[in-house]
């Protein structure tokens, strides 16, 4: 038996297991960015790994990773669904939705999908004012605390995004104390918080009988998921009115009908777990954001007050931002982006997948290869960036006051397989996070208390735990 051969260097692999427990420590490593610049410092910044008999690529740096999500995307444009964990996942959910799938079937529902958010959501008043709803109830929520100390922001925010997904797709929202919008949010987590499908057991799924915990634990929540959708999909079929389209599922049950449609991407189980991505990808991201985005007002007020000021000047106080105000509010706008560069929520792309034989940076790469194109790395390179680590979102204006510098700010990634929520999430953050310092001050509970920014990694790169106060301004 020999081991896995390549020309890229990486560790040495294994016969049969590759790197196995390296891989399985990268997914579930809490410091992920730690784990691989380990690793960078011993092979380079293009560097592979064996996950059984599936090589892995980390790519790094802004040249390696442009060319490979944007300039030469369409070599790269799968997801490793051959992979034996993803094929299991899509077994019990009945389909592989947008994230994971590929071909035929990745195209109708992404586009389909990015159809529907046009026609429900972003440009349309009705998603600004699902929006800025949330955001009441958000201010509700933290006028509540009464300038106290705040320890869980993220939950608070996860109500609001939850809310806003679940009203493009079913049409109606809960009030932040639903316990139906609880449950929802905690069934989510329950699903999606493990270290996904490249570790040991994605290959080896009977290794999942030593975890059987956490298995059960994600069984029953997608038991669960599927029967709340299931619910709302038969109610949707009942109420069906072709010429009254309120929702997601409306827009699928008529696109259902069509026969090509069906048989290609728009069938049952591509609706369900369609459903599941967009919940999945659209709840967690924005809430871990508007998370980092209150920790970084904390640590630096200059800046907070700098928005502030802003935000008075143009609008004053007598009415909430709108998203017709994002051109004048340019401060406000370089905030977010300096936010979303340093908070890294997505270190990396989602895994894509060579579709030819091909190169990276002249090292061969046989189709079917795992590449893990990374996003932190661009965000900190020192070759674009002066001073990479600073908080300075004054490296995004000039001297009269405009955007720039953003081709290499890239949160929601590039290219073909690009996040197609990033302009639904670019409205939720800017209405959000400046509504939020329109009306309140956010400070430190002890001016001494000292603030980690080194994030901890989950299904998102989440904040350390920490406390502010919200005092109404
Ligand atoms: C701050 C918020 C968000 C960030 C930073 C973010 C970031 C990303 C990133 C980095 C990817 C992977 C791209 C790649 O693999 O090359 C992705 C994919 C995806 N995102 Fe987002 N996202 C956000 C919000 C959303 C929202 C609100 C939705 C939808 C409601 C959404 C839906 C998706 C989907 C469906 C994919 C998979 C695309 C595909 O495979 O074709 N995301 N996102």
Redesign the pocket.
Known sequence: MTSPKSDIPGPKAWPIFGNILLVSQFNRATDRKKFVEKLTAKYGPIFRMFLGPYQIVLVQGHKHVLDV?RKR?HDFLD?PDFIPGIKLARNVVGGS?????NGDE?KGR?KF?LQA?RDFGVGKTSLEEKVLEEMQNIAEDLEKTKGAEITDVKTMMLKA?CN??HS?IFGYRYKHDNESLHKLIKTMDEIFSGPGPLTASGIFPILNVLTKDSVRVRVEGFTTLKKYIDEHISEHRESFDPKNIRDFIDMYLEAEKDENERTSSLNPGGLFS?IT???????D??A??LDWSLLFMIQYPDIQKRCQEEITKVIGAGRMVRISDRRRLLHTEATIMEI?RLSN??L?????VSVCDTTINGYKIPKNTIII?S?VSVHLDETIWTDPTEFNPGRFLNNNNEIINKEYL?????????????S???T??FLIFSNLLQRFEFSKVDSSDILSFEGITGI?QAPSPYRLKADLR
């Open positions: 999500i995307g997801r939705g947008i994230v994971f799938a990745w992404r999908a958010m995004s806003i997904i493009l369609t991505d967009l919940f999945a990808a659209g709840t991201t924005i871990t954001t979303q929520i997505a990396f792309t989602l895994p894509h194109p996003l890239m949160p929601f990634a590039l290219g073909p397989r690009s996040c197609p929520g990033e639904l999430a670019r939720e953050l998102t």
